[in-house]
T-cell receptor, first 115, second 107 residues
Framework: ETGVTQTPRHLVMGMTNKKSLKCEQH?????MYWYKQSAKKPLELMFV???????ENNSVPSRFSPECPNSSHLFLHLHTLQPEDSALYLC??????????????FGQGTRLTVV | GIQVEQSPPDLILQEGANSTLRCNFS?????LQWFHQNPWGQLINLFY???GTKQNGRLSATTVATERYSLLYISSSQTTDSGVYFC?????????FGKGTSLLVTP
């Protein structure tokens, strides 16, 4: 596989469940990102990891917990979510930190529904 | 952060028509990208274009960094061009997205 791959593509979970979203990039990039896209809203940055270190948490509630074990993998652990957290969650990667002078690539997204 | 405004918000075209999508941004940028979001949600890279002009088939883009805008041209549109087109610029740690232009190309 090439590019940025996200699993699962679709997820339905109850408010008391715990689940995880996975992102894997095969581009040799050093930075990875989580974005959230809610209906009728622009994409919102959630987290930034550069060389496995978290460099940005964009005021995201603690019920979202990211993990970056290496430069190729990024997880988003979910627990006790609310219905308003239903959205498309997109992972991205870039060769250089902060997407500075470098093209960013996105995965297919995970469409999450919280019931 | 840098503000991104896209116009028009919605556009309906007949197959074969040409169109121009505009992106205005509020400050100088080191990264500007155009994306096409397909009906399944995936963001497809169209152009990485912080300045200058690029062409890829029926699509081309121009960014005039000094005047803080970028244009995406779609020529001879096809129904498969339908979807949402996003402009995004680097602001802080990552790309900041506009609200997009929703394009529908009818047969």
């Amino acid at each position: 596989e090439t590019g940025v791959t996200q699993t699962p593509r679709h997820l339905v979970m109850g408010m008391t469940n715990k689940k995880s979203l996975k992102c894997e990039q095969h581009l040799g990039h050093n930075a990875m990102y989580w974005y959230k896209q809610s209906a009728k809203k622009p994409l919102e940055l959630m987290f930034v990891y550069n060389f496995k270190e978290q460099t940005e948490n964009n005021s995201v509630p603690s019920r979202f917990s990211p993990e970056c074990p290496n430069s190729s993998h990024l997880f988003l652990h979910l627990h006790t979510l609310q219905p308003e957290d239903s959205a498309l969650y997109l992972c991205a990667s870039s060769l250089l930190p902060r997407m500075m002078n470098t093209e960013a690539f996105f995965g297919q997204g995970t469409r999450l529904t919280v019931v | 952060g840098i503000q991104v405004e896209q116009s028009p918000p919605d556009l309906i075209l007949q197959e074969g028509a040409n169109s121009t999508l505009r992106c205005n941004f509020s400050d100088s940028v080191n990264n500007l990208q155009w994306f096409h979001q397909n009906p399944w949600g995936q963001l497809i890279n169209l152009f990485y274009i912080p300045s200058g002009t690029k062409q890829n088939g029926r699509l081309s883009a121009t960014t005039v960094a000094t005047e803080r805008y970028s244009l995406l041209y779609i020529s001879s549109s096809q129904t498969t061009d339908s979807g949402v087109y996003f402009c995004a610029v680097l602001s802080g740690y990552a790309l900041n997205f506009g609200k997009g232009t929703s394009l529908l190309v009818t047969p």
